[in-house]
């Protein structure tokens, strides 16, 4: 989902949650209720400022947060199952001599 999408949504939620009218959120925050509309289209895209004034607002703070993507088309991810299979001990190993051939590339 676009950021814009997702940052009206943020804020439509934040507003009916709070039962305020985007006119009424609009005073509250000290700006047009049009704007109010058109970050709620997905029209415009608010700053993170923006938003957290908006949501400030309607009584709610939000909380930004990083989430790692699934890693596609790797060929990493076909090696799982063979290290799955291995004891603790060979992954120990495996690391071992990972660790020990980094250790190498960096002296060199």
Do not use: W
Not at 79 to 106: G, K
């Amino acid at each position: 989902m676009e950021l814009a999408l997702k940052a009206g949504h943020i804020l439509l939620e934040a507003r009916s949650r709070a039962g305020l009218s985007q006119r009424a959120l609009a005073r509250r925050a000290g700006t047009s209720q049009s704007e109010i509309s058109r970050i709620e289209q997905g029209r415009i895209s608010p700053t993170i400022a923006t938003l957290e004034s908006l949501l400030h607002a309607a009584g709610y703070e939000g909380h930004l947060t990083l989430v790692a993507l699934p890693v596609r088309d790797s060929h990493m991810l076909e090696d799982v199952t063979r290290i799955l299979a291995l004891t603790p001990e060979d992954r120990l190993r495996e690391i071992r001599n990972l660790s020990r051939f980094t250790a190498e590339a960096h002296r060199a």
